[in-house]
């Protein structure tokens, strides 16, 4: 398995704009995580899907976040308007329950 | 509200010594934590989980501990090297499936 593939690796973007980040899980996980990390704030969960099915989205910082995961193989995170406090790596990991999480290679997001 | 600590000073050592990091939580103890390095550029890749039962694991170079009394996960790299030199993040289940994670420790290693 290639392991967790995100796609784009760099964004830049206006402020305002749309963003739409990708991540293919590994093949077989059932647990798929958002993650951004800032120095300020480290590393943030922001929605994870159990099954394709969102469990907690409690981390999501606002409406112009949301995350869809259409099916096991893939999933999207997007923002909507974009602000340049949203620059951040937002990285997906995939795991099995209560084991270990598997990160991409994150996308580095700056809205300028 | 849960809260995890890691000592966000960086922690220089000298190659061939054992550098101890720390992650202290708050309240509940959770089901489970993990270790994970970090190096620049890359996500976080996992190297240790220790379970709420247990006091101690390792692998290799690595030790950790996880105390419940004191809330506390030491982690251990003995002999250390300069190729350790990383960010060391912990990261904590507490029984609701999903991994909250540690500002992260970075530990730098001189020759």
């Known amino acids: 398995d290639a392991g967790v593939i995100q796609s784009p690796r760099h964004e830049v973007t206006e402020m305002g704009q749309e963003v739409t980040l990708r991540c293919k899980p590994i093949?077989?996980?059932?647990?798929l995580f958002w993650y951004r990390q800032t120095m300020m704030r480290g590393l943030e969960l922001l929605i994870y899907?159990?099954?394709?099915?969102?469990?907690?989205d409690s981390g999501m910082p606002e409406d112009r976040f949301s995350a869809k995961m259409p099916n096991a193989s893939f999933s999207t995170l997007k923002i909507q308007p974009s602000e340049p406090r949203d620059s951040a790596v937002y990285f997906c990991?995939?795991?099995?329950?209560?084991?270990?999480?598997?990160f991409g290679q994150g996308t580095r997001l700056t809205v300028v | 509200s849960q809260k995890i600590e890691q000592n966000s000073e960086a922690l220089n050592i000298q190659e061939g010594k054992t550098a101890t990091l720390t992650c202290n939580y708050t309240?509940?103890?959770?089901?489970?934590l993990q270790w994970y390095r970090q190096d620049p550029g890359r996500g976080p890749v996992f190297l240790l989980l220790?379970?709420?039962?247990?006091k101690e694991k390792r692998k290799e170079r690595l030790k950790v501990t996880f105390d419940t009394t004191l809330k506390q996960s030491l982690f251990h790299i003995t002999a250390s090297q300069p190729a350790d030199s990383a960010t060391y993040l912990c990261?904590?289940?507490?029984?609701?499936?999903?991994?909250?994670f540690g500002t992260g420790t970075r530990l730098q290693v001189f020759p």
């Open positions: 899907f159990n099954n394709n099915v969102p469990i907690d």
């Open positions: 093949s077989g996980h059932n647990s």
């Open positions: 309240n509940y103890s959770p089901a489970y």
């Open positions: 220790i379970r709420e039962n247990e």
């Open positions: 990991a995939s795991s099995n329950l209560d084991t270990e999480a598997f």
């Open positions: 990261a904590l289940d507490f029984n609701t499936d999903k991994l909250i």
